[in-house]
């Protein structure tokens, strides 16, 4: 059914409600900005907690617009998923991050892994993951180097469904992040069951953290979850130097965050941060 929606023609205004402008707008715009490759990729690391190195880094889209500038996933994602224009989206991310990882590896950079955020919807195509293995595979990226986020949403409604699929990318030597962690509702027996490889722990979580001890036993208990169930954790958010200083304390695996970068293109990525100043 997908397929069939991605054929339509560019302009279709006959068929739609004009009081509908700005989504017809957006749609047009968005269909041509992958026609164009508009679509542009920034990088955030994640840094590791206790030496300050970074090897992995999350990929971020940015729409980079001929009139308007640099435009946010947050602006556009939710679109693109209402008008079945999310698979090429992702498609155009995953050949951006091959090419910047093959450019990485000449480089001798310290990266290791990108991870890349998949849409809810992305599970629901039958062949979605074959696409981007595929892809991949015809750039030549090791899949160890890649690690695909999902978030809780994704899971809700077919867990035995999602767990194929995800068993599927692991066999393939993906790694497996769930996205927004404790933001949702899934339940820690249930994760469990998938093979999840990296536990990304909300921003909602820094609100008022450090704070009361109250708050900062939550976080420590989510962190002894991950370590006793093998998965690495990334704390996301992380913006002043309290937080850093508690999580470090708390010995949490990697931080995520402007404290240390806010997103950024590859060429302005820093893949250390072990002097104080930037601390
Ligand atoms: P996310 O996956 O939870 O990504 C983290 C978001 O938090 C990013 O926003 C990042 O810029 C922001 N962030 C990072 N550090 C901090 C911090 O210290 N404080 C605060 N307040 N925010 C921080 P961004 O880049 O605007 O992306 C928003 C969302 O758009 C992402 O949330 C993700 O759900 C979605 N998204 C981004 N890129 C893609 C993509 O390629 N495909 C899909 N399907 N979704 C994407
Ligand atoms: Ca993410
Ligand atoms: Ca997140
Ligand atoms: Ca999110």
Partial sequence: AHAKQQERPLFFYEEKNHQDLSDEWMEMSLRKALQNKEMDVYYQPQVKTHSGEVHKVEALVRWQHPDYGVISPGVFIDAAERFGLIMPLTLQVVEKVCLQLKEWRKTAASIQRVSINLSPLHFEFVDANCQITDLVHRHGIPPEMIEWELTETS????????????????????????????AGVSSLTRLQELP??????????????????????????MITFAELSGMEIVCEGVETKEQLDALRKMNAGFIQGYIFQHPVPASELKYSFTEGRDM
């Fill in 155 to 182: 899971m809700v409604e077919n867990l035995q469904q999602m767990a194929g699929q995800l068993l599927e990318l692991e066999k393939e030597g993906f790694s497996i992040a769930l996205d927004d962690f404790g």
């Fill in 196 to 221: 999840i490889h990296t536990l990304k722990l909300d921003k909602h979580f820094m609100n008022k953290f450090p704070g009361s001890d109250k708050k900062q036993q939550v976080i420590q208990l």
